[in-house]
């Protein structure tokens, strides 16, 4: 009996650690085939650096590349002392923005949340690699299940977000050099959110937005918003909607009355940036590295300090430039900011 237990017991074994190679062997591949956003889209990897953060922010933005291109943490703390975080992604939806939202505020109690509503306009899923760049990065929660199932497109399946692997398999052939190198960690991208650019590239025409047929936003957009907005009341978080100053795509009148009544209703804050451009003092020759698509650093940094008067006087937020560990945590990030703002620039004075 001992012997037949014996061997029993060392086939149970054998298979289980078999099991275990196999696991780890799959967990090897499906990190090593998933996108790594090392490369020209570096976008994709900013939704995952927010788990590393000591999350006590007092503003959270959530939001598609109007936030995350246009709006800078760092000078929000160097000249208000808010500690701010964005939570931004490409084309982000809102429903994705909800559940962003959603999640963040299983981890901290921000005193303002800011949405911008560009992603309005979208009522249905748009395309599979935005979402990726959005919900590939989200810790496992109720909340990406959510954004997973709100986003998926007709052809997409639900299995293929739990493992990766059944996506991705077809990248073998296009492996690169940064599928190695950051197999096991990626380099860090943004600066609380924020992706700088130091390019200028001025705006000399805006293309006229076409004529819609219907300019109501859709009922499936319009839903999350009124989630968005029952989720910040219940969890005691002011949520303030912005348009940022971006020339195009087009923020039509008729789109921004919606809105406006829509914050009326609400009682909600609600401020267009395209109507502050001058207060703000953008110049569209020198404050955008696309031409007025985006802003650069420097078109940036206006818009923040503009903004962040605005969260004190109007939000009533306090600055925290007195609280040591935050102020020395600040104290890295500035300077890690301020290196890569030299790096950059030199790269534009070599072109």
Same mark, same amino acid.
């Given at each position: 009996m001992k012997e037949k237990k014996n061997v029993r017991g060392k086939i149970f074994a054998t298979v289980a650690i078999g099991l275990v190679l196999i696991i780890v062997i799959l967990g090897l591949l499906q990190r090593l085939v998933m996108p790594k956003y090392m490369g020209e889209v570096k976008e994709g990897a900013l939704i995952g650096e927010y788990y590393?953060?000591?999350?006590?922010?007092?503003?959270?933005?959530?939001?598609? $590349?109007?936030? *995350?291109?246009?709006?800078?943490?760092?000078?929000?703390?160097?000249? #208000?002392?808010?500690?701010?975080?964005?939570?931004?992604?490409?084309?982000?939806?809102?429903?994705?923005?909800?559940?962003?939202? @959603?999640?963040?505020?299983?981890?901290?109690?921000?005193? =303002?949340?800011?949405?911008?509503?560009?992603?309005? /306009?979208?009522?249905?899923? /748009?395309?599979?690699?935005?979402?990726?760049? &959005?919900?590939?990065?989200?810790?496992?929660?109720?909340?990406?299940?959510?954004?997973? /199932?709100?986003?998926?497109?007709?052809?997409?399946?639900?299995?293929?977000?739990?493992?990766?692997?059944?996506?991705?398999?077809?990248?073998?052939?296009?492996?690169?050099?940064?599928?190695? &190198? %950051?197999?096991?960690?990626?380099?860090?991208? !943004?600066?609380?959110?924020?992706?700088?650019?130091?390019?200028?590239?001025?705006?000399? *025409?805006?293309?006229? !937005?076409?004529?819609?047929?219907?300019?109501?936003?859709?009922?499936?957009?319009?839903?999350?918003?009124?989630?968005?907005?029952?989720? $910040?009341?219940?969890?005691?978080?002011?949520?303030?909607?912005?348009?940022?100053?971006?020339? %195009?795509?087009?923020?039509?009148?008729?789109?921004? =009355? /919606?809105?406006?009544?829509?914050?009326?209703?609400?009682?909600?804050?609600?401020?267009?940036?395209?109507? $502050?451009?001058?207060?703000? !003092?953008?110049? *569209?020759?020198?404050?955008? *590295?696309?031409?007025?698509?985006?802003?650069?650093? #420097? !078109?940036?940094?206006?818009?923040?300090?503009?903004?962040?008067? #605005?969260?004190?006087?109007? $939000?009533?937020? +306090?600055?925290?430039?007195? @609280?040591?560990?935050?102020?020395?945590?600040?104290?890295?990030?500035?300077?890690?900011?301020?290196?890569?703002?030299?790096?950059?620039?030199?790269?534009?004075? +070599?072109?």
């Amino acid at each position: 009996m001992k012997e037949k237990k014996n061997v029993r017991g060392k086939i149970f074994a054998t298979v289980a650690i078999g099991l275990v190679l196999i696991i780890v062997i799959l967990g090897l591949l499906q990190r090593l085939v998933m996108p790594k956003y090392m490369g020209e889209v570096k976008e994709g990897a900013l939704i995952g650096e927010y788990y590393d953060e000591n999350k006590d922010f007092d503003v959270v933005f959530i939001g598609d $590349c109007e936030v *995350y291109e246009n709006f800078v943490p760092a000078v929000l703390w160097e000249n #208000y002392g808010i500690n701010s975080y964005i939570r931004g992604s490409a084309q982000q939806l809102i429903w994705q923005s909800y559940y962003l939202a @959603e999640e963040t505020l299983t981890y901290e109690t921000p005193d =303002v949340i800011v949405f911008n509503v560009l992603a309005l /306009q979208y009522n249905e899923p /748009q395309k599979e690699a935005y979402n990726r760049m &959005t919900i590939d990065g989200m810790r496992w929660s109720p909340s990406k299940v959510g954004s997973i /199932q709100a986003s998926m497109m007709e052809d997409e399946n639900f299995i293929e977000y739990v493992f990766p692997l059944l996506r991705y398999h077809d990248r073998w052939s296009a492996l690169e050099k940064e599928d190695f &190198t %950051y197999l096991f960690g990626a380099e860090k991208v !943004g600066h609380n959110g924020y992706y700088m650019q130091v390019g200028i590239e001025p705006v000399e *025409y805006i293309p006229e !937005g076409r004529r819609l047929g219907d300019y109501s936003f859709g009922d499936n957009a319009w839903s999350y918003m009124d989630k968005m907005v029952a989720l $910040c009341e219940e969890k005691g978080v002011e949520l303030v909607l912005i348009k940022a100053p971006s020339l %195009y795509p087009e923020w039509y009148d008729e789109w921004d =009355v /919606q809105v406006e009544e829509y914050a009326a209703e609400h009682n909600l804050k609600y401020i267009n940036f395209l109507e $502050c451009t001058e207060e703000i !003092g953008l110049d *569209y020759s020198t404050d955008t *590295y696309d031409a007025g698509l985006h802003l650069n650093l #420097y !078109g940036a940094v206006k818009l923040t300090d503009y903004f962040g008067e #605005y969260l004190v006087t109007e $939000c009533g937020l +306090e600055d925290r430039r007195r @609280e040591e560990a935050l102020a020395a945590e600040w104290e890295v990030k500035l300077e890690r900011f301020y290196e890569q703002k030299e790096e950059l620039e030199a790269l534009e004075e +070599e072109k």
